[in-house]
């Protein structure tokens, strides 16, 4: 399952390219991917802030945040129930 699109963080509009399997050895959904270049969680990571609430349409999940990459994306985990909706992926290759 994947999902490319507009979520929140917070009160931050940002947009996440993000991808979920089943990890086989812990039983549970493993979701990841990246924020694009925002300078607002970029911040975020920089002040030590790494827990936090990724919202995307009415859907929302507790995740991590990565380092900042060079171009100031960030990386984003999560495990459990991927926030975004099912129907997102349908029609996309897994």
Do not use: K
């Not at 390219?17 to 086989?24: A, I, K, N, S, V």
């Not at 924020?35 to 790494?50: C, F, N, S, T, Y």
């Not at 990724?54 to 060079?70: F, H, N, S």
């Not at 984003?76 to 897994?94: D, L, N, R, S």
Request: net charge negative.
């Amino acid at each position: 399952m994947s999902y490319d699109g507009p979520a929140h963080i917070g009160e931050n509009a940002v947009r996440v390219r993000l991808r979920g399997r089943f990890e086989p050895v812990d039983g549970r959904y493993h979701w990841g991917g990246r924020i694009e270049p925002d300078p607002d969680i970029a911040r975020l990571v920089r002040a030590g802030r790494r827990d936090v609430r990724l919202v995307i349409g009415d859907r929302a999940a507790p995740a991590r945040l990565g380092d900042v990459d060079p171009w100031g994306g960030v990386r984003i985990t999560g495990v459990g129930a991927p926030p975004w909706p099912v129907e997102a992926t349908e029609g996309t290759e897994e």
